[in-house]
C-alpha cells in the first residue's frame, strides 16, 4: 500500500494553497515557485488537475473553477488571467481597445480577444474562449498604468474623437466619483493634444459649475 504524502510535502502544501484559495483564482507554476523545483510543482499541479480540484486553461496556466447554479462551470475573468500573469512576470499591464471602452462601461461588447499593453514580453494566450494577448509598447503608454487615467486614455484611444459625445462622457460623470475624475489632470500631458480637452470636460467638477451657476442667478 503506497504512503500517504507527507503534510510537508510539495503535493500537501500546493493542495492546501488551492483549497484556501477563492474559486475563480487563476495560478501559474510561478505561485507555488517557493514550494520546490519546477519539476515537482508542475507534477502537484497535474495530480490536481487529475483529481479535479484545478482545470489546465493552457500551457502553464490553470485555474479553480467558478460554479454557477444556472450556468455550469465558469470561465475565469480576464482581470484573474491577467492578475496571475502580471504576477508570474513581475510586469504592468494596461488594459486597451474595446476591452478598456468595456471596463469603463462605454462599450457593451464583451471582446472575444482581449488586448493588454505591457512592459513585459509580447506574448497571447488562450485561457477558456477567450484569447489574452500582451502587447508590449513604450514607456509612455504605460506611464499611467494601474491609474484611471490609462485606462480613460486608452478607450478614448479606441472609440475615436467622432465617438466621444457628451451622452458618454455625461455617462463617466455618473459612475466616477468626482475625486477620481480630478486625478485625470496629473496625467492630462500623457494624451494626444485632441483628447485633453475631453479629459478637463470629465474632470471637471459639477459642484463648482453649480455654485457659478447660482452666483449669477443671485440678484
Not at 484545478?54 to 475565469?76: A, F, H, I, N, V
Not at 472609440?159 to 466621444?164: D, E, F, H, T, W
Not at 500623457?190 to 452666483?215: F, H, I, V, Y
Request: proline share 6%; hydrophobic share 40%.
Amino acid at each position: 500500500m503506497p504512503r500517504a504524502p507527507s503534510a510537508h510535502s510539495i503535493d500537501a502544501q500546493l493542495a492546501r494553497r488551492v483549497q484556501r484559495a477563492a474559486r475563480g483564482t487563476v495560478f501559474t507554476p510561478a505561485s507555488f515557485a517557493s514550494l520546490g523545483s519546477r519539476a515537482a510543482i508542475d507534477k502537484a499541479l497535474q495530480r490536481l488537475v487529475t483529481a479535479g480540484n484545478l482545470r489546465r486553461l493552457s500551457r502553464g496556466l490553470y485555474d479553480k473553477p467558478r460554479q454557477d447554479e444556472m450556468l455550469g462551470t465558469l470561465w475565469p475573468t480576464v482581470d484573474a488571467v491577467v492578475r496571475a500573469l502580471a504576477g508570474k512576470d513581475r510586469i504592468r499591464t494596461q488594459p486597451t481597445g474595446a476591452y478598456a471602452a468595456n471596463l469603463l462601461g462605454l462599450s457593451e461588447q464583451v471582446p472575444a480577444k482581449v488586448v493588454l499593453l505591457t512592459d513585459g514580453t509580447a506574448r497571447s494566450v488562450q485561457a477558456g474562449p477567450i484569447q489574452i494577448t500582451l502587447k508590449r509598447t513604450t514607456p509612455r503608454d504605460m506611464a499611467a498604468a494601474g491609474r484611471l487615467s490609462g485606462l480613460v486614455i486608452q478607450a478614448f484611444k479606441s472609440l475615436g474623437v467622432k465617438n466621444i459625445n457628451s451622452e458618454r462622457l455625461q455617462r463617466l460623470r455618473q459612475t466616477i466619483p468626482a475625486i477620481e475624475r480630478a486625478k485625470l489632470l496629473q496625467d492630462i500631458a500623457l494624451a494626444p493634444a485632441w483628447m485633453q480637452p475631453l479629459l478637463r470636460e470629465l474632470a471637471r467638477d459639477d459642484r463648482d459649475n453649480a455654485s457659478a451657476e447660482k452666483a449669477a442667478s443671485s440678484p
